[in-house]
């Protein structure tokens, strides 16, 4: 029996000394050194937790970026009013503008302006355009033709980007026919920014200035707001040492909304002198 065990030994010896010699059996490799991570290629190492490229954080969004959410659940019934304020604090908490707010209003278990559900954008504000050219005056488009605004967000929109540049408001006008849109709501809007123009020069002290005279602003075809003219027409009758005594609407305006002209008269009358 000891004799079967050497002669198995002695065999087994053998066969490895042999399968060494012709390079069938690799090195015995330690556990310290087949630490390796799996599929590791030989000169390259791999650090533990370090992120893949697909576990790179997203950019940030940059001026101009838009998003979207929604609001509501689809069931319950509540006031436009108040699901167009939570999307509005949404948006400045992220340092946005609420540019779109629409809200389904075909849903008949609602009243009123109640709705289930509620779609906005936010968007970051881009940096301002560059200024015109002096003595100009430029325009643009707001809106996208599709999207019902509230006209008064639109025209905020448009003074912002008048006064971004150094010039003043001097007409906006927006898309009174889309039958998608409600009350003072539109799809796209027109404006133009003028650049403020310098108050004329002071006559001589030697002549006397006119008791009264009169003039006229707007042309009759775009819709201004009447605060803004009568605004104009002050400063007008001030630049000459008036005050305004008179300021009407002239022309039929029934395109304007309420509070807006395209164009009015005004009267200056020189302020008397006190008396000593």
Not at 237 to 258: M, W
Request: aromatic content about 6%; overall charge negative.
């Amino acid at each position: 029996m000891r004799s079967f065990f050497r002669m198995s030994l002695s065999f087994s010896l053998s066969i490895s000394s042999v399968l060494a010699g012709t390079g069938c059996l690799g090195p015995v490799v330690s556990d310290q050194e087949s630490d390796k991570a799996p599929g590791a290629v030989e000169g390259e190492s791999v650090e533990q937790g370090a992120p893949s490229s697909g576990d790179e954080a997203p950019p940030l969004p940059g001026p101009g970026s838009c998003w979207g959410g929604e609001l509501g659940d689809g069931f319950t019934c509540i006031d436009s009013t108040v699901l167009k304020e939570r999307a509005y604090g949404t948006c400045v908490s992220s340092g946005a503008e609420l540019s779109i707010f629409e809200y389904e209003r075909s849903n008949p278990d609602c009243a009123g302006y109640e709705a289930t559900k509620a779609r906005f954008s936010c968007c970051l504000p881009k940096p301002p355009p560059p200024p015109p050219p002096p003595a100009e005056c430029w325009g643009g488009e707001l809106g996208d033709g599709s999207v019902c605004i509230d006209s008064s967000v639109l025209k905020d929109r448009a003074y912002q980007t008048c006064v971004s540049t150094g010039a003043e408001l001097a007409a906006f006008d927006y898309e009174r026919n889309d039958p998608r849109c409600a009350g003072y709501e539109t799809s796209k809007s027109r404006f133009l920014c003028c650049p403020s123009k310098p108050p004329p020069p002071e006559e001589p002290p030697c002549h006397e200035p006119e008791p009264c005279w009169t003039g006229e602003l707007g042309d009759i075809t775009v819709c201004v707001d009447s605060g803004l003219l009568r605004l104009r027409a002050s400063e007008t009758c001030a630049s000459r040492g008036a005050e305004l005594t008179d300021f009407v609407s002239q022309g039929d305006e029934p395109h304007c909304a309420d509070g807006e002209m395209t164009k009015a008269k005004f009267a200056c009358c020189a302020v008397p002198l006190p008396v000593r």
